[in-house]
């Protein structure tokens, strides 16, 4: 990676510390702040908003958190004998700015990072192990696939060097209205072909070659998101990042950071369900109407509703992941939109793995993979095998080798049956599984994003996803709203949906 990058990021990074830049730039305040926002669901996106809004909005606003379930979402941890092991999203890119600026402020720390090895595996051996020496690595990639695992390399570099811009667009308070905007305000034309082409298509198109896509680029959006190389080129490629060094987890579980953003943010957590949203028209004192919206909710002592001057829906609206109506609205919203989430099975197995489950003949205590990917092959039941570390890895921690128990945690894309397991596992203990609705079924052509502003006040935040579902995405997400609402507020459209900004903003760094 050049040089020069990683300083310009660094100065990003150091800008997003620096408040003074945003509140320069800002505009006369022409209108009181609103006085009450509900954000509805503390997965990392609403609770990250949460965060946003009262940077934006300040002290006095009373912002809601509504959530039934436990805060975090789709970050969540799972106890087997005495400690915790993350179930949901797991690990965060080095570049995921959000995510590092996060800890700094909650005084969160990253996980020990416990080194480990990858292999690839075709449903019946072992097609790739990685080695200890990275020298080794490189002559044995070198032989098997020739440049392509250098050019990936590159190519994922460039897109995520476009992907970085947005942090600096934000850092000067520049919103956008929707997904496709965004997109191009950050990779302008490629990034929307990129999302109208499957990863396949793009890499193909690149001069990489099949058997690379099928040995190493699929293992990794399978185990990523538990699909295959059609995916969208730009899901493709934040999956592809998710492959890169330097990997890393919040120590005690990524879940606490939404938990220590509601805090630091003094917002109230109501817990409780959100059945409906509906808007409502109030006369005020001086005689105008404004419209307000009311939520309706659902918690242990019965249901209730507030009223609020901003909402914003933090949960998909599709099939099995919310059911929020939405009543009064013209034109109507819908209480889910078209694009199906996909299931994605993670079990936990505190057990002892067979070996040979994996074609290989290396002894059970030589084997030394923590990390199995699977290839698209046909019958194959689970998307990857990796042996886990606790949330918390103790000082002195080690990982144990696969002749002992210890926690192997499992996605696919159905749940194991009991014969599925016996042929893994030599003998468990204990067995955990999280049916998630995980991520989109992306294709591509990328359907269009459902939009981000719903109405007038009502903003919805999961249609980033479209684009790619990461924790850092919904942050992305989350400022992004943050940021517009206060500015659509205010009515400063010069700070919404700018073109150009790339160049424009040269110069300021
Ligand atoms: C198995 C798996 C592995 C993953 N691995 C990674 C990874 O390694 N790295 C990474 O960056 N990302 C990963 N992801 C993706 C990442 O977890 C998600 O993109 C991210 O957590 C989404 O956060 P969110 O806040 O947008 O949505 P969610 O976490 O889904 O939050 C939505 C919240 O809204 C609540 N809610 C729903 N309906 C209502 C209602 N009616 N009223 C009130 N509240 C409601 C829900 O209970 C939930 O808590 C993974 C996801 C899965 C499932
Ligand atoms: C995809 O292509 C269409 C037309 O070919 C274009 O309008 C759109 O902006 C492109 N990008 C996305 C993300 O849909
Ligand atoms: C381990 O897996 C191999 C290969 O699938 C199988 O032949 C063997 O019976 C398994 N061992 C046990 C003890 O189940």
């Known amino acids: 990676m050049p040089k020069m990058m990683i300083s310009v990021r660094a100065l990003v990074f150091l800008g997003l510390c620096h408040a003074g830049w945003r509140s320069l730039a800002s505009g006369p305040e022409l209108r009181d702040p609103p006085k009450r926002i509900a954000v509805i669901g503390a997965g990392i996106g609403g609770t990250a908003t949460a965060y946003f809004l009262r940077q934006e909005f300040g002290a006095a606003v009373k912002i809601d958190v509504f959530e039934p379930g436990t805060v975090g979402g789709r970050l969540a941890t799972q106890n087997i004998g005495g400690h915790e092991y993350e179930t949901g999203g797991a690990v965060i890119h080095p570049l995921n700015l959000h995510m590092k600026h996060f800890l700094d402020r909650l005084g969160l720390s990253q996980r020990t990072d416990v080194p480990g090895k990858m292999a690839i595996f075709d449903g019946k051996e072992i097609i790739f192990e990685e080695s200890d020496w990275f020298i080794v690595n490189f002559l044995r990639l070198l032989w098997r696939y020739g440049f392509n695992f250098l050019r990936m390399q590159m190519w994922v570099e460039s897109v995520l060097d476009k992907f970085m811009r947005i942090y600096q667009y934000q850092q000067f308070g520049y919103s956008f209205t929707s997904v496709e905007k965004l997109l191009h305000a950050m990779g302008g034309d490629s990034f929307l072909t990129l999302s109208n082409q499957t990863l396949e298509e793009a890499m193909l198109g690149e001069g990489f070659s099949q058997s690379f896509l099928n040995e190493v680029v699929a293992p990794i959006t399978r185990v990523n998101y538990g ?129 040979s489950y994996l074609g290989t003949s290396e002894k059970p205590s030589a084997f030394s993979v923590s990390e199995v990917l699977t290839t698209d092959a046909k019958g194959s039941v689970i998307n990857s095998l990796s042996s886990i570390d606790p949330v918390h890895v103790p000082p002195g921690y080690s990982r144990p080798p696969a002749s002992v128990d210890k926690v192997w945690k499992v996605f696919s894309p159905q749940p194991l049956s009991q014969q599925q397991l016996r042929a893994m596992f030599l003998s468990w203990d204990s067995t955990s599984e999280v049916k998630w609705q995980a991520y989109p079924s992306y294709s591509a052509p990328s359907r269009a994003a459902p939009p981000f502003i719903l109405h007038d006040r009502l903003y919805y935040l999961s249609p980033v996803e479209w684009a790619a579902s990461a924790m850092e995405m919904s942050a992305i997400s989350a400022r992004n709203l943050a940021l517009l609402a206060h500015h659509r507020w205010h009515y400063q459209p010069g700070r919404m949906d700018q073109e150009d900004l790339h160049t424009r903003l040269r110069g300021e760094l």
């Not at 990997?247 to 369900?273: E, F, M, P, T």
């Not at 004192?285 to 829906?313: M, Q, R």
């Not at 109507?332 to 002892?352: A, D, E, F, K, M």
Request: proline letters at 4%; charged letters at 15%; hydrophobic letters at 40%.
């Open 227 to 355: 699909q295959s190389v059609r995916i969208s080129g730009f899901a493709g490629a934040v999956a592809l990042a998710g492959a890169d060094s330097g990997l890393w987890a919040v120590d005690g579980g990524n879940k606490k950071v939404c938990s220590g953003l509601l805090y630091h943010s003094k917002v109230d957590l109501i817990q409780a369900r959100v059945t409906a949203v509906s808007v409502k028209q109030r006369q005020s004192k001086a005689g105008t109407t404004a419209s307000l919206y009311e939520v309706n909710y659902v918690g242990d002592s019965g249901s209730a509703h507030s009223l609020y001057d901003i909402v914003f829906v933090a949960t998909p609206l599709h099939q099995g992941k919310s059911d929020v109506a939405f009543s009064g609205f013209s034109p109507p919203i819908p209480s889910q939109y078209p694009g199906r989430y996909l299931q994605t099975v993670t079990t936990l197995v505190h057990g002892r793995l067979n070996v």
